[in-house]
């Protein structure tokens, strides 16, 4: 079974630009959630979706928004880019099976995101 | 603030020595995962544990959840310098929907020949 996905790998933006950043989660999951890891913070939860619709968001501004397909594949925007955004963005994705109670997600490879 | 406390921040030590990474908190969990996660990738999943008390081990890895689900240890028998990674402990609390775990700021782990 292949893993998470997540396109593109690297990004280069400037200041004020918009990004959008795409996750394919595994065969059969249908909960997709997105972090931001930076050195200084480590991972912080940006938000989840389940079934085309956001369940939980984290403390972020506005600027990060995001969307569930029909098909669970997920993206997640940035808007007016700041130097601060520059991290790794990782999307997760798990079962709602009888297995999510165990909570366990399965990470892709992640975006590095950096904005000059 | 982070809900999980890791320590030590950073370890250093010679193939074949053992270590121990601890993960602590104030808050319960209702589960508790470990991850490894090696530069430039995302994390990888090692372990669940959802029943305080439970131990479970992976060949020489160990790991504990706490009686009362508020922290946990990973233990490394015999260190290799493939278990070189920075180990990062992970909970889902009991009030947030199944998709958030709480991170904690990891253990930079390096195994030396």
């Known amino acids: 079974k292949a893993g998470v996905t997540q396109t593109p790998r690297y990004l280069i933006k400037t200041r004020g630009q918009q990004v959008t950043l795409s996750c394919s989660p595994i065969?059969?999951?249908?909960?997709v959630s997105w972090y931001q890891q930076t050195p200084g913070q480590g991972l912080q939860f940006l938000f989840e979706?389940?079934?085309?619709?956001?369940?939980n968001k984290g403390n972020f501004p506005g600027r990060f928004s995001g969307r569930q397909f029909s098909n669970s594949r997920s993206e997640m925007n940035v808007s007016t880019l700041e130097l601060g955004d520059s991290a790794l963005y990782l999307c997760?994705?798990?079962?709602?099976?009888?297995?999510?109670?165990?909570?366990?997600?399965?990470f892709g490879p992640g975006t590095r995101l950096t904005v000059l | 603030t982070q809900l999980l406390e890791q320590s030590p921040q950073f370890l250093s030590i010679q193939e074949g020595e053992n270590l121990t990474v601890y993960c602590n908190s104030s808050?319960?969990?209702?589960?508790l995962q470990w991850y490894r996660q090696e530069p430039g990738e995302g994390p990888v999943l090692l372990v669940t544990?959802?029943?305080?008390?439970e131990v479970k081990k992976l060949k020489r890895l160990t790991f504990q959840f706490g009686d009362a689900r508020k922290d946990s240890s990973l233990h490394i028998t015999a260190a290799q310098t493939g278990d070189t990674g920075l180990y990062l402990c992970?909970?889902?609390?009991?009030?947030?929907?199944?998709?958030?775990?709480?991170f904690g700021a990891g253990t930079q782990v390096v195994v030396t020949p």
């Open positions: 997760a994705s798990s079962s709602s099976g009888s297995a999510a109670r165990l909570n366990e997600q399965f």
């Open positions: 065969s059969g999951h249908r909960s």
């Open positions: 979706y389940f079934s085309e619709t956001q369940r």
């Open positions: 808050s319960v969990f209702s589960s």
């Open positions: 544990v959802v029943t305080g008390g």
């Open positions: 992970a909970g889902a609390l009991a009030t947030d929907s199944w998709g958030k775990l709480q």
